[in-house]
Nanobody, 124 residues
Framework: QVQLVESGGGLVQAGGSLRLSCAVS????????VGWFRQPPGKEREFVAN????????YYADSVRGRFTISRDNAKTTVYLQMNSLKPEDTAVYYC?????????????????WGQGTQVTVSS
């Protein structure tokens, strides 16, 4: 089992920044990638970004590329999502998740373990 706990959400004005953290613990040896997803009110959960566990290569959704940065610490215990130039449409519950299967890992159904989520609200 892998446990994930998100933190860092909150209320921010448009144009502001937030940094989300995802603490990863448990049996992480088989982890291929860690991803961030978000679920806006009344909408489906959507891909935001992911990072490969063995080397920090990253991939982003078009909607956040250039504004958000995913990273992890060298100890491989925490994954971060730095969010800059936030927009009201970034308002959502943000989730981190682990996938063990090799692939692009942009579909929520690819992922094996999920955190409980953290709320991000961007006011206009």
């Amino acid at each position: 089992q892998v446990q994930l706990v998100e933190s860092g959400g909150g209320l921010v004005q448009a144009g502001g920044s937030l940094r989300l953290s995802c603490a990863v613990s448990g049996r992480t040896a088989g982890t291929y990638k860690v991803g961030w997803f978000r679920q806006p009110p009344g909408k489906e959960r959507e891909f935001v970004a992911n990072i490969r566990w063995s080397d920090p290569s990253t991939y982003y959704a078009d909607s956040v590329r250039g504004r958000f940065t995913i990273s992890r610490d060298n100890a491989k215990t925490t994954v971060y999502l730095q969010m800059n130039s936030l927009k009201p449409e970034d308002t959502a519950v943000y989730y981190c998740a682990v996938v063990r299967t090799v692939g692009w890992a942009v579909n929520k159904d690819d992922y094996d373990y999920w955190g409980q989520g953290t709320q991000v609200t961007v006011s206009s």
